[in-house]
C-alpha cells in the first residue's frame, strides 16, 4: 500500500511521499464550472458512496487538481464545499477514502513514535513534502493516511531512515571529516548549512583557479532550442558557462528530415561578423502596434532605405504565426517611425523585429554574445517551432544539498579545505599558513598545473 517514501537529510530531514490514493470510484465532470462552485455535475456519480465524502477533482498533479468534501449527491451532481479552483467538462472526479498523510518520528527504530506532521495531500504535484528542520540521520518515521472528516487512519508503514547517499555525493567529502576532527552533528556552529557553504567555497576557489578550463564533465549535449520564424537568435541555455563568446558553445545544428544530422553552424566571431551582418538589418518596436495601424515606432529607423516606400518584415512572436509582408510610404527620421503603413493583420508587441532587406532562409554560420546565439539569416516560416540543438559546457551548480553529486574526479581535495574552514569558524585568529589551506592550495596548483581539457570541437563536412 505504501508508495517509495524518500527521506533525504540536509538541514534537518526532508520527506519526499508520492501521492498514492486510495480511490474508489471514478466519473467526470459534464461541462465547466468556475472557481468556489458550490455544485459539481458529472456524467455518472451512482457509484458513490451515499453521504459526507472527500473528492478529488482533477488528476494528481494537474494544476487545477483538488480535493473537496461532498456533502450529498445524486446521480449526476454532487453539492460540495466551495472549490478553489476551476474546472473543466472532461475533467476526473474520484471518490477517495483518505485526504492526509500523518508522519511520526522516534529516535530509534523500535521507539515510541509521535506524530511529528498531518499534512493534505499536495495533489498539483506528484509527492507531498513534510519537512523535520530538526531531523538527525539516525532518526525513523512511520506513515499513516487519514480521512479528515471521519478520522479513520490506515495502519503504520514499515519504520524509514534516511537514504543512502550516493557515492560521489557532497556528504561523502564532509562526513569523514567531521568524524575525522571529532565534530558532533548536532553541534551549533558546524553546521550542515555550514559545511555545504565550505564547500561551495571550495569549489568556486578551483573553478577560478581553473578559469576557462572546458571540464568534460560538465559537457551537455543535444539541448533543443525552439526556434520563432522571422527572428535571428535564440536566448542560450540559463545554465552555459559562459554568454559572451563561444568559448562554452561546442557545437550548434539543426534537424534534417527529423534525423539529427552532422552538419554544424560555422562559428564567426563578433568582430568578422559585424562586417558580413548586411541581411539582419532592422530594428525593434518600441511602442505596440495594432491590428491595421499606419505607423511602426523603434528606437531608431536608420536601417530602413531613406526616406522611400518599400517593404518590411515582421518576426513571430508565437508559434502559430508566419512572417508578415508590409508596405510603407515613409520614414520618418524624427519619430522613428515607418509611416503609411498598409498590412498590418496581428497585434505586434513590443520588441518585436521588423526587418529591411533580409534574406530569409536556413542559416549557416552563427556567433556568441549578449546571452544570445545569432544566425546570419533570419528563420523562414518553414523552420517555425523546429529546434537548434545545442551542445556546450555548463557552469558548477551551488553547492545546496548534501545528496549532491560532484561529477570532477578531484572531489577529495575540498576536505582540506572543509578541514581549515572548520578550524577558522572556531578560532577566526587562525593564520592563513595554516597546513590544511596550504595543502589544499598545492593540490589545486597540481591540477592546474596537469589539465585535462576535454572535448575539441571537430566539424564533420
Known amino acids: 500500500m505504501y508508495p517509495q517514501i524518500n527521506i533525504k537529510h540536509n ?28 455544485a459539481i455535475p458529472t456524467d455518472n456519480a451512482s457509484d458513490f458512496t451515499v453521504g459526507q465524502i472527500l473528492l478529488l477533482l482533477s488528476s494528481i498533479g494537474v494544476e487545477n487538481s483538488e480535493i473537496v468534501t461532498s456533502t450529498s449527491h445524486t446521480n449526476v ?62 532518526d525513523y518515521y ?51 548549512e555550514f559545511c555545504l557553504s565550505a564547500i561551495d567555497d571550495a569549489r568556486k576557489f578551483t573553478a577560478a583557479k581553473l578559469y576557462g578550463i572546458r571540464h568534460p564533465w560538465q559537457q551537455k549535449f543535444e539541448h533543443p532550442i525552439k526556434l520563432l520564424a522571422g527572428t535571428n537568435c535564440v536566448d542560450l541555455p540559463d545554465d552555459i558557462d559562459f554568454s559572451d563568446t563561444d568559448r562554452s558553445v561546442l557545437a550548434a545544428r539543426f534537424l534534417v528530415d527529423n534525423i539529427i544530422a552532422p ?71 524624427t519619430t522613428n517611425q515607418l509611416t503609411g503603413v498598409t498590412g498590418i493583420t496581428r497585434i ?21 554574445f549578449e546571452d544570445k546565439l545569432f544566425f ?25 544539498d548534501l545528496y549532491q553529486e560532484l561529477p570532477e574526479h578531484y572531489r577529495e581535495i575540498y576536505k582540506w579545505y572543509l578541514r581549515y574552514a572548520i578550524k577558522y569558524r572556531k578560532d577566526i585568529t587562525l593564520e592563513s599558513n595554516d597546513p590544511d589551506l596550504k595543502k589544499f592550495e598545492s593540490l589545486v596548483q597540481a591540477l592546474f598545473d596537469n589539465l585535462y581539457t576535454g572535448q575539441t570541437t571537430t566539424i564533420i563536412n
Do not use: C
Open 348 to 368: 505586434i508587441p513590443i520588441g518585436t523585429k521588423v526587418w529591411s532587406r533580409p534574406t530569409i532562409s536556413q542559416p549557416i554560420y552563427y556567433t556568441v
Open 263 to 333: 552538419f554544424n553552424l560555422i562559428y564567426v566571431d563578433k568582430k568578422n561578423w559585424n562586417q558580413a551582418s548586411t541581411s539582419v538589418a532592422g530594428a525593434a518596436t518600441t511602442v505596440e502596434a495594432a491590428i491595421g495601424a499606419v505607423t511602426i515606432t523603434f528606437g531608431s529607423v536608420g536601417d530602413f532605405p531613406g526616406s522611400a516606400s518599400g517593404v518590411a518584415y515582421i518576426a513571430t512572436t508565437d508559434y502559430d504565426e508566419e512572417i508578415e509582408e508590409i508596405a510603407y510610404t515613409a520614414v520618418d527620421l
Open 142 to 192: 512511520k506513515v499513516q493516511w487519514k480521512n479528515s472528516l471521519t478520522g479513520l487512519l490506515s495502519d503504520y508503514s514499515d519504520a524509514m531512515s534516511v537514504s543512502s547517499y550516493p557515492t560521489n555525493s557532497v556528504e561523502t567529502v564532509i562526513t569523514p571529516v567531521l568524524k575525522a576532527m571529532g565534530v558532533s552533528e548536532d553541534d551549533n556552529k558546524i553546521t550542515t
Open 11 to 38: 538541514i534537518g530531514n526532508t520527506l519526499e511521499i508520492p501521492n498514492q490514493l486510495d480511490v474508489k470510484t471514478s466519473t467526470y465532470i459534464s461541462s465547466n464550472t468556475d472557481q468556489g462552485a458550490l
Open 77 to 138: 451532481n454532487f453539492v460540495t464545499l466551495a472549490t478553489v479552483m476551476a474546472h473543466s467538462r472532461g475533467d476526473v472526479v474520484s471518490e477517495i477514502k483518505y485526504d492526509q498523510i500523518v508522519v511520526s518520528k522516534s529516535a530509534t527504530e523500535d521507539g515510541v513514535y509521535v506524530v511529528l506532521a498531518t499534512s493534505t495531500f499536495f495533489t498539483t504535484q506528484e509527492n507531498t513534502v513534510i519537512y523535520d528542520t530538526t531531523g538527525l540521520k539516525t
Open 376 to 400: 546570419d539569416r533570419i528563420i523562414p516560416d518553414s523552420m517555425q517551432g523546429k529546434n537548434v540543438y545545442l551542445d556546450y559546457y555548463k557552469k558548477i551548480d551551488k553547492v545546496i
